[in-house]
């Protein structure tokens, strides 16, 4: 069964950075990829990032292109979302996701089978 578990939520300044952690486990085969996703009070849940593990592709959301990063740490089962430049926009609850995917990552929410319990990113007063 895969696992998922996020890390690193916390307060930050406006315009400061966080980096998310997501530690994946579980997974049947070596091809895979995890989505980084966030859901604001009242809105949708949108795809802001995610990574292939077939192809090491990234794909990002347009609007934190250039300010987040994702990442993947093979020693650690692990992938990160580095978050820059933080704005007002960018505060919600950060989950990551997974599928058995075989190519170019999506952002799709309806494309990923496994979630984690999310983390909340928040701004500090």
Do not use: H
């Not at 980096?19 to 966030?38: H, K, M, N, P, Q």
């Not at 192809?55 to 994702?70: I, P």
């Not at 089962?77 to 075989?102: G, H, K, R």
């Amino acid at each position: 069964q895969v696992q998922l578990v996020e890390s690193g939520g916390g307060l930050v300044q406006p315009g400061g950075s966080l980096t998310l952690s997501c530690e994946f486990s579980g997974f049947a085969v070596d091809y895979y990829t995890i989505g980084w996703f966030r859901q604001a009070p009242g809105k949708e849940r949108e795809g802001v990032g995610c990574f292939s593990s077939s192809d090491g592709t990234t794909s990002y959301l347009d609007s934190v292109k250039g300010r987040f990063t994702v990442s993947r740490d093979n020693t650690k089962n692990t992938v990160f979302l580095q978050m820059d430049s933080l704005q007002p926009e960018d505060i919600a609850v950060y989950y990551c996701a997974a599928a058995y995917i075989w190519g170019p990552c999506r952002l799709s929410k309806t494309d990923y089978d496994f979630w984690g319990q999310g983390t909340e990113v928040t701004f500090s007063s």
